[in-house]
């Protein structure tokens, strides 16, 4: 059973550039959660999607970022006109259950966005 | 959900037990305290978790202690590979509740 695949694993994008970052949960999971992590600090909650749904998404800035989770193929979050400060490493979770249940998350290993 | 207080960073010699604190005074009757680890930079990892009895797992043993304020993860044998970062995160089991992950501990197992 493969993990929560993400790519890329790392992106170099220019200011005013568009970022695309890919998750594929684990098999069976349909509950997707990203998080940003900012070097040397601990990991942010983003959004939390299931299929075709935006569930939370109080973590996401308001403009440029934006997330979806299709009825087939990948979660994608996508920052539009990037800045210097959106270089992070982006994290990608799934889980079989929803947030009513106890069940832990199941982490990707990260895309690595870096912003020239 | 409640917050966790943990120290910032710990050393712990290799062979040792590595016993990791985290307080949450705030807890409330419903939230589990729930424990990943982040090492180096890659993709956090689950550990354990628990609502008030002690849990234990191939990785680690989960102390909560008897009016929930705070718990210890215990490694009972530290090796170099558990040098992580490591989260202690307290969440409820209601819909709309998150995890969320503050700055952990930072732990160094030393040979």
């Known amino acids: 059973n493969a993990g929560v695949m993400q790519n890329p694993r790392h992106l170099v994008r220019r200011r005013g550039q568009e970022a695309r970052l890919r998750c594929s949960p684990m098999?069976?999971?349909?509950?997707v959660y990203w998080y940003r992590q900012l070097p040397e600090e601990g990991l942010k909650f983003m959004v939390y999607?299931?299929?075709?749904?935006?569930?939370?998404e109080s973590g996401m800035p308001k403009e440029r970022f934006s997330a979806e989770f299709p009825k087939e193929g990948p979660s994608i979050l996508r920052i539009q006109q990037v800045v210097r400060g959106d270089s992070a490493a982006y994290f990608c979770?799934?889980?079989?259950?929803?947030?009513?249940?106890?069940?832990?998350?199941?982490f990707g290993e990260g895309s690595r966005l870096t912003v020239l | 959900d409640a917050k966790t207080t943990q120290p910032p960073s710990m050393d712990c010699a290799e062979g040792r037990a590595a016993n990791l604190p985290c307080n949450h005074s705030?807890?409330?009757?419903?939230?589990?305290v729930y424990w990943y680890r982040q090492i180096h930079s890659q993709g956090p990892q689950y550990i354990i978790h628990?609502?008030?009895n002690n849990e234990t797992n191939e990785m680690a043993s989960l102390i909560i202690t008897e009016d929930r304020k705070s718990s210890t993860l215990i490694l009972p044998h530290a090796t170099l590979r558990d040098t992580a970062v490591y989260y202690c995160?307290?969440?409820?089991?209601?819909?709309?509740?998150?995890?969320?992950f503050g700055t952990g501990t930072s732990l160094t197992v030393i040979p």
């Open positions: 628990g609502l008030k």
């Open positions: 098999k069976g999971h349909s509950h």
């Open positions: 705030t807890i409330s009757g419903n939230e589990y």
């Open positions: 979770a799934s889980s079989p259950v929803g947030q009513g249940g106890t069940g832990e998350l199941f």
């Open positions: 999607l299931q299929k075709e749904n935006i569930i939370d």
């Open positions: 995160i307290v969440r409820g089991s209601n819909t709309g509740n998150q995890f969320y």
